[in-house]
């Protein structure tokens, strides 16, 4: 199945009987991406790569929680509750690692992903597209396409990967739920029946509410995932997470990034 006439079936509404995995970094994004259309996936894999809780306790105490792991396990509550609200079966796995912590381990984390694919027979993937927004989208970006890579060199399936706009930066602050330019998207107008369920499974994330809200609910968009180059900027000019206290700025990624390239034989 390639990432085009994945992309038609989700057009049409079909219903999408192969294995498909979302490969995404923290406990809301999956309905971000895809929570209107989620459940026509009969044989979904969620692979979150965080657990959504950054150490530095900012927004753990924010949330009313004096641990990371006490918020970690608020934010895993909350995606069950959502994956509940949207009638989604799926099978959930995940990986650990500490928001904002993805980038410090993307090697580790390419192979575990590519071990999760392997398991799941995953046609497609889901994932993040390379943005400079936040640096654990962009570390489990790198991740998905490593992942399809290291599957390719031993000779396994290399499964189509698309992805769906979070956020980047804008003149104006944040552009949400917008892509760079790339590949052209599909476009899937939301029903009022769809909007609605979208909004009450982001209505299951309390703790993130003050963000969710800023997000769309009249449409999804989806595109395939270009081949990008992750030793160049995704876009000129400051990255957006580069301006926020996330623990990351582009040179230090890059050269987390190579660094991941050469451990897992791909440099």
């Not at 192969?18 to 894999?45: C, I, K, N, Y």
């Not at 499974?201 to 809200?213: E, V």
């Amino acid at each position: 199945m390639s990432a085009t006439s994945l992309l038609a079936r989700l057009a049409r509404r079909e219903a999408v009987e192969e294995p498909v995995a979302f490969v995404l970094a923290h406990p809301d994004d999956e309905t971000l991406a895809a929570g209107a259309v989620m459940s026509l996936f009969r044989r979904l894999l969620l692979v979150q790569v965080t657990d959504g809780a950054p150490r530095n306790l900012e927004d753990a105490r924010a949330a009313g929680f004096e641990s990371a792991a006490d918020y970690a396990a608020a934010r895993e509550r909350e995606a069950q509750a959502a994956l509940l609200r949207g009638g989604v079966e799926a099978r959930r796995v995940t990986l650990g690692a500490a928001d904002q912590g993805a980038s410090l381990a993307m090697a580790e984390l390419a192979r575990a992903v590519a071990e999760q694919l392997a398991g799941h027979g995953a046609r497609v993937v889901l994932t993040h597209p390379f943005e400079g927004g936040h640096p654990d989208h962009d570390a489990v970006a790198f991740c998905a396409h490593a992942a399809a890579a290291l599957l390719a060199a031993r000779g396994e399936d290399r499964p189509a990967i698309i992805e769906a706009p979070f956020y980047h930066a804008a003149p104006e602050g944040w552009s949400i739920g917008r892509f760079l330019p790339g590949p052209e998207p599909i476009r899937l107008q939301l029903t009022p029946g769809e909007s609605a369920r979208k909004r009450a499974m982001m209505d299951a994330f309390a703790t993130q509410a003050a963000t969710l809200r800023q997000f769309p609910l009249r449409q999804e968009l989806f595109r395939p995932a270009p081949a990008y180059d992750f030793s160049a900027p995704p876009h000129p000019g400051q990255l957006l997470y580069e301006r926020h206290g996330w623990g990351m700025e582009w040179p230090r990624w890059r050269a987390l990034a190579a660094e991941a390239r050469q451990a897992l034989g791909l440099a």
